[in-house]
């Protein structure tokens, strides 16, 4: 698979411009080291952590709608699927961030699955349907991208390329020739067009940012909450001080005097930084 394109220097894709992004790194790298895992503990793996429809239905190990796309069938299964990821994720996670790239891809993975569950209930493992989520954020990207896919000797925008995969895909899911989760392919693109195309990639960035300034009123709150309730104690204990003296306090006494001492430091130097 070869990128061809005449955009401008920026938007130029060449296997020397192919430098490993953080996100992309991350998930290749989780991808080898549990394909390695799975010459030792094969049966332990897929038996808990692939998609089985049953488990999910009647067991409801839930989480096997992440872990199935962590693991593979075999080595062109991982290499095609790592290698499409790498051509294609690091692009997309240049535009969008690290952050964004991995909730996007595990968004289109979960997606496949519940697609593969729904039309295809049958056990899976792979990452294809992420892989094509991601496929689709490309071609979203960069739609007029012209692009050759071995063996086939032509080139075509990437536009194109996405709806003939989607026909093959499609034709291959309903006719069941192969053992291939053609439907959870079918999901993954589906699930990542309208992540896209319907803001839900802004909707759940502000969603986890509204979160998070939530926790961090609350916390700032409680802080409030605890510095006046210290400083109300130390009134009375330096009252106590005028009347019989800083000898006769208590230990515990003499603890929250240096509690509001340590407060005070840390208020000064965090208004200093």
Not at 107 to 134: M, R, W
Not at 223 to 247: A, H, M, P, S
Request: contains cysteine.
């Amino acid at each position: 698979m070869q990128y061809y394109t005449n955009e401008p220097p920026q938007f130029r894709v060449g296997f020397n411009n192919f430098r490993l992004t953080p996100g992309v790194k991350k998930l290749l790298i989780i991808n080898m080291v549990v394909y390695f895992l799975q010459f030792f503990f094969s049966g332990w793996l897929i038996k808990w952590f692939a998609l089985h429809p049953h488990d999910i239905t009647h067991k409801f190990f839930i989480w096997q709608f992440v872990s199935y796309m962590f693991l593979h069938g075999g080595f062109w299964h991982i290499f095609f699927n790592m290698f499409m990821l790498w051509m294609f994720g690091t692009e997309v996670e240049r535009s969008w961030g690290a952050r964004e790239f991995l909730r996007f891809y595990l968004v289109c993975g979960i997606g496949a699955g519940l697609f593969h569950l729904l039309l295809q209930p049958a056990s899976v493992v792979g990452a294809s349907g992420a892989i094509y989520g991601v496929l689709i954020a490309f071609v979203m990207l960069y739609p007029d991208r012209r692009l050759l896919f071995f063996p086939f000797p032509f080139l075509l925008k990437a536009k194109y390329w996405a709806l003939i995969f989607v026909g093959i895909s499609l034709m291959m899911g309903l006719l069941a020739v192969d053992q291939v989760a053609h439907f959870a392919h079918l999901g993954g693109m589906l699930i990542g067009f309208l992540y896209i195309k319907f803001g839900w990639r802004l909707y759940l960035g502000n969603f986890f940012n509204k979160k998070k300034s939530e926790l961090k009123s609350q916390k700032d709150e409680r802080q409030r909450q605890q510095t006046i309730t210290l400083l109300k104690k130390v009134d009375q204990i330096l009252d106590k001080i005028n009347e019989v003296g800083y000898e006769n306090l208590t230990d515990r006494e003499i603890r929250t005097l240096k509690d509001a001492s340590d407060l005070l430091s840390k208020i000064n130097e965090d208004q200093h930084n």
